[in-house]
Nanobody
Framework: QVQLVESGGKLVQAGDSLRLSCAAS????????MGWFRQAPGKEREFVGA????????TYLDSAKGRFTISRDNAKSTVYLQMNSLKPEDTAVYYC?????????????WGQGTPVTVSS
């Protein structure tokens, strides 16, 4: 049974840092690119960034570049989203997802999400 379980979301102040984790099970983690998405209240879900299967390449939403870093530990089947200099507009439910292709941005498996609230 495939599972993606996000954790680490909480209420923080603007300017704070936060690291989200996503633990995967039930599939060959190292064979999948991993992505992070977010959905703010009343808005469409948006792509935040992704990391290649090997961890050698990443890509990010423009507003996340320089502030967010995605990494993965294939030995632990876990992907991370390090978020620095958080802003109120980063408030959203954050989801991780797994897909076979890093370039296609097509994802097969999704987590249930973890909420992040950034107060001003």
């Amino acid at each position: 049974q495939v599972q993606l379980v996000e954790s680490g979301g909480k209420l923080v102040q603007a300017g704070d840092s936060l690291r989200l984790s996503c633990a995967a099970s039930g599939f060959t983690f190292s064979a999948y690119a991993m992505g992070w998405f977010r959905q703010a209240p009343g808005k469409e879900r948006e792509f935040v960034g992704a990391v290649r299967q090997s961890g050698s390449s990443t890509t990010y939403l423009d507003s996340a570049k320089g502030r967010f870093t995605i990494s993965r530990d294939n030995a632990k089947s876990t992907v991370y989203l390090q978020m620095n200099s958080l802003k109120p507009e980063d408030t959203a439910v954050y989801y991780c997802a797994a897909g076979r292709s890093f370039n296609s941005h097509s994802y097969d498996y999704w987590g249930q999400g973890t909420p992040v609230t950034v107060s001003s």
